[in-house]
């Protein structure tokens, strides 16, 4: 299974048609699939189905606020995402002096480290 990756542009188009709706608590979530099995194991009558229509109508009620869970969810990865490409910064402060001997004393914390200013070759 491939992770859903939305685009900011898609997050924005059904933000809109959603409109202004809170995320959906995972008992909601877990209320929808039972719904969905519900509907797909009960005996289908030859006639109007009304446990069906009624499901149906249930879960297009709830389905606004699974998408806001969906898109806040695809927010926060795509921020995961983003923070892991991102360099870690270095813990050391230096001071970027052509005077500091190489093998200098980090200033915030004392550790003995190499300065990357310095070439060591």
């Known amino acids: 299974m491939t992770a859903l990756r939305l685009t900011s542009e898609q997050r924005a188009q059904i933000a809109a048609l959603i409109g202004d709706v809170p995320s959906a608590p995972p008992a909601v979530a877990v209320a929808l699939a039972e719904a969905v099995q519900e509907r797909r194991g009960h005996d289908h009558p030859r006639y109007e189905d009304l446990f069906c229509s009624n499901l149906a109508g249930w879960l297009g009620e709830r389905v606004p606020y699974l998408l806001r869970l969906l898109l806040d969810l695809s927010a926060e990865a ?44």
């Open 78 to 121: 795509e921020a995961l995402r983003a923070a892991a490409e991102q360099p870690e910064p270095s813990p050391h402060q230096f001071v970027a002096t052509p005077d500091i001997a190489p093998g200098s004393d980090c200033k915030s914390c004392g550790e003995h480290v190499f300065h990357p200013a310095h070439d060591y070759r």
